[in-house]
């Protein structure tokens, strides 16, 4: 009794093809998302720290580097929580004065695509932070 294995090769190679394939995407796709939130979030910590600085008083700019951070993440397509930190040296009761250095921290997270919420309320995602660092210049223009 013999049998004719004509045409497996076909099937097996389509089943291996099948069997590589698929997780190969799923893996280019989550590190395309990722480095697409990678970005998104350091160009939202410039952003951040630029808007506090830009601003006249340091309530002003922690409201204004909210803004500029949610705005430069949904220019990326990233629509998940964010936190921002802001820290300033030598005097931390007054960001806005002279010859002091502004530290923006910034985190947020990409949802991996494809994948169920197996485990509680949030899909599985890779965590992002960003830090951000710029002088607050010595001469500055002063409301009228």
Do not use: K, N
């Amino acid at each position: 009794m013999s049998r004719d294995d004509r045409g497996s090769a076909v099937v097996e190679f389509v089943w291996l093809g099948v069997l590589l394939l698929v997780p190969l995407v799923w893996i280019l796709l989550s590190v395309f998302e990722v480095q697409r939130g990678a970005y998104g979030t350091t160009s939202a910590a410039r952003a951040a720290g630029r808007a506090f600085v830009l601003a006249p008083d340091d309530a002003t700019g922690r409201v204004r580097a909210e803004q500029a951070a949610r705005l430069a993440l949904a220019d990326q397509g990233v629509d998940a929580p964010v936190r921002v930190e802001i820290s300033c040296t030598p005097v931390p009761t007054d960001c806005h004065s002279g010859t002091s250095v502004v530290t923006v921290r910034l985190a947020t997270r990409v949802d991996l695509p494809l994948l169920p919420r197996m485990f509680g309320d949030t899909p599985p995602s890779v965590s992002l932070d960003a830090t951000h660092r710029l002088p607050v210049g010595r001469f500055q223009e002063r409301g009228r």
